[in-house]
T-cell receptor, first 113, second 111 residues
Framework: KAGVTQTPRYLIKTRGQQVTLSCSPI?????VSWYQQTPGQGLQFLFE???????NKGNFPGRFSGRQFSNSRSEMNVSTLELGDSALYLC????????????FGPGTRLTVT | KQEVTQIPAALSVPEGENLVLNCSFT??????LQWFRQDPGKGLTSLLL?????REQTSGRLNASLDKSSGRSTLYIAASQPGDSATYLC??????????FGKGTKLSVKP
């Protein structure tokens, strides 16, 4: 069974630009969550999507948004990029149910210059 | 505010040693606790998941325990190997399903 895949793996953008990251969950998994990892803050929850609806959201500004498609694939968008947005962005998928194991993808390394 | 703390931040041990990594959490309504491994620049690999109704889980040389009353979890690694060198993260799962992570323990196992 294929794992969680994320594209692209690496990205370099300039301040003020916007970026879209993609995540394909494990087959049969309907929940996709996004996390940001930085050296200073560690791993922080961005949002979770289930059945094309945002179900939960972390404490991030509105520049961070996402969506989920009918095939459970998810995209995350960051507009008006800032230097502080440089991070490893990880997505995780699981079947329904809050008590189920989450499986992470390899991440997208975003560098903002 | 829910918080997860991992101590120590870094640990260096000789090969073959048994070791314990610690994780503490503040949310008594925890749904589950998950331990992950992260190699440099990579994603997270799930090691063990303990439901709130369970006391421990085992997988190979790894054993994780959960004590909700004291707000603690431990990851025991038996007979450590250089290939175990990585950062180990614990994460508390709440009713909403999102994970709250500790900052991790960076483990180095010397040959």
């Amino acid at each position: 069974k294929a794992g969680v895949t994320q594209t692209p793996r690496y990205l370099i953008k300039t301040r003020g630009q916007q970026v879209t990251l993609s995540c394909s969950p494990i087959s049969g998994h309907r929940s996709v969550s996004w996390y940001q990892q930085t050296p200073g803050q560690g791993l922080q929850f961005l949002f979770e999507y289930f059945s094309e609806t945002q179900r939960n959201k972390g404490n991030f500004p509105g520049r961070f948004s996402g969506r989920q498609f009918s095939n459970s694939r998810s995209e995350m968008n960051v507009s008006t990029l800032e230097l502080g947005d440089s991070a490893l962005y990880l997505c995780a998928s699981r079947r329904t149910g809050a008590n189920l194991e989450q499986y992470f993808g390899p991440g997208t390394r975003l560098t903002v210059t | 505010k829910q918080e997860v703390t991992q101590i120590p931040a870094a640990l260096s041990v000789p090969e073959g040693e048994n070791l314990v990594l610690n994780c503490s959490f503040t949310d008594s309504a925890i749904y589950n606790l998950q331990w992950f491994r992260q190699d440099p620049g990579k994603g997270l690999t799930s090691l063990l998941l303990i439901q709130s109704s369970q006391r421990e889980q085992t997988s190979g040389r790894l054993n994780a325990s959960l004590d909700k009353s004291s707000g603690r979890s431990t990851l025991y690694i038996a007979a450590s190997q250089p290939g175990d060198s990585a950062t180990y993260l614990c994460a508390e799962g709440g009713s909403q399903g999102n994970l709250i992570f500790g900052k991790g323990t960076k483990l180095s196992v010397k040959p």
